[in-house]
């Protein structure tokens, strides 16, 4: 499945994920509280991968610009829907990837929640996210390292659902592999944490600093 069948697959898949419930609620309130501790007023910040907009309609308020990103316009288009009820200002929806984004003016903090592990280049990515954001800007991200999962999961069962096109691309790295990445493009590893508050915790929350 190529970049398109993802987007095609998100795009199957939207009203699906619209209805779904978070696994871990009270570990993603831990998550969205902490990204708050470390948005500022002023900043304008940039959402990679973000589904439906929950997390966007959540943090936007307490910054000065939001925009939140997909590659999937079905997924945008419930995002829309959404921000049409609540109107926050601010906040702006749009497909699009790191790689194709060209703002006119550089982000203060780039989000990547479970994103980095859907992308088909990592270190493309990640030099692309670099280049997106400011001098000192922080990317802050949270990824499922299906590389400490079960062997089972990575090596078996996701090859035959993508050949089924029953899932989308995801990379196999581990949470080791993901840190040397992320400091290879250039930044700083700020924090490292765990928010999970049931089970094993396979997604690392990484804060970076643009070295």
Request: hydrophobic share 45%; aromatic share 8%.
């Amino acid at each position: 499945m190529s970049s398109a069948g993802d987007a095609r697959f998100w795009d199957r898949t939207s009203s699906r994920y619209a209805r779904s419930t978070i696994s871990d609620a009270a570990g993603y309130e831990r998550t969205l509280e902490r990204t708050r501790e470390l948005l500022k007023p002023q900043d304008k910040v940039l959402e990679l991968g973000c589904g439906t907009g929950s997390t966007a309609l959540r943090l936007a308020e307490g910054v000065q610009g939001y925009l939140a990103t997909d590659i999937s316009t079905g997924m945008i288009a419930i995002a829309e829907q959404k921000l049409a009820t609540e109107a926050i200002p601010g906040l702006s929806f749009g497909v699009a990837t790191a790689e194709t984004l060209t703002p006119d003016a550089p982000f203060d903090v780039v989000l990547g929640f479970s994103y980095l592990h859907l992308v088909r280049d990592l270190p493309g990515t990640l030099e692309h996210i670099r280049s997106l954001l400011a001098e000192g800007g922080l990317f802050i991200s949270k990824t499922p390292c299906i590389g400490d999962m079960n062997p089972l999961i990575g090596y078996a069962a996701l090859p035959v659902m993508r050949a089924l096109r029953l899932a989308p691309f995801a990379a196999v790295f581990d949470e080791a592999e993901l840190n040397e990445r992320v400091a290879a493009a250039g930044f700083r590893l700020l924090a490292i944490e765990k928010h999970a508050t049931k089970g094993k915790d396979w997604r690392p929350y990484i804060v970076a600093q643009k070295a």
